[in-house]
Structures are given as C-alpha cells and as structure tokens.
C-alpha cells in the first residue's frame, strides 16, 4: 500500500512529534531512564480510515563493548583496541568523550578517533597481564557514563 500521500500523524508517549503528508519517519529524545520504555505511535490516514500502529521501545543504560584482538592475548608490536559504545543518546560517536587508561595510568587515544587506542609494546615481559580501562561519557548528560575495565596478557 503506497502511504506516500497519506497523512501521517506520530506521537512519543502521547505527546506529538510530527505530521505531515508522508511522514514516513520520525526522531525523538530518549527522556526515560534505563529499565523504562517510551511508547511510539503511528497515525495514519489512509482512505477516510485512521490505521494507529504502537511500538514500545526499551531504554537500556549505556554499555561498552572493546574490541580485542587474539582473545584477550597479543603479540609484540603494534595492536589497536577499539571501544563500541552502545545506547547513548548522541548522534554521533565523536559527541563522546573516551579516556583510557593502563595499569591505573591515563593515557590517551588519537585525536581524530578517540575510541581507539594504540598500543605499541616491547618485545619483552612475556606472559605479563595489562590491565586497561575505557571511559566513554556524553558531555550533554552526565548520567550517560560507562567505563569497562579488562586485561590482556602479552604472549611469544
């Protein structure tokens, strides 16, 4: 069924957000906390008939995932470890802060990509365990904050 001409009515929790004559999408700010759920809906008027769709839509904390490469062991060398923030209420990765640190020493990423980290490491100390943390923080909610802490082992 094409809707392209339809009027299309959208609402977050009750309270509209849009309208307009194939308004087939529709953005809204996440306002509920983790563990709650925001409640979208679609009117459409299509043909004399008002067709109504309803999405609720979960709100989880934010969560890092760290990319590792050799599960958790690596080589002499150069080796990047990339942070994958998820369910931040940013559009873009570069709104967030990152800071990393090794064995409790801060330490910082590249300027241009601040979720990777690049470490080089000497060929010596086999077998030593690093530990690392990664903080990533939206500045424009200071309740938007998530550190993940690891280690990996340096191995021949």
């Keep these: 069924t094409d809707i392209s001409r339809s009027k299309i009515q959208w609402f977050a929790d009750g309270k509209k957000i849009k309208e307009g004559t194939g308004a087939k999408n529709a953005i809204f700010t996440v306002t509920n906390g983790s563990g709650f759920e925001h409640v979208i809906e679609a009117r459409i008027l299509f043909g004399g008939d008002t067709i109504n769709k309803f999405l609720k839509l979960p709100v989880f904390e934010p969560n890092l995932a760290v990319r590792i490469p050799y599960a958790g ?33 801060r330490i910082s990423g590249p300027v241009k990509n601040p979720e990777n980290l690049l470490l080089t490491l000497p060929a010596v100390e086999f077998d030593k365990n690093l530990n690392i943390d990664v903080k990533a923080a939206n500045p424009g909610n200071p309740f938007e904050i998530k550190t993940e802490s690891f280690s990996i082992t340096i191995s021949k």
């Design 73 to 105: 062991r690596i080589t002499e060398g150069k080796t990047q470890l990339t942070a994958w923030p998820y369910f931040f209420n940013v559009s873009s990765i570069s709104d967030l802060l990152f800071s990393w640190s090794l064995n409790n020493e």
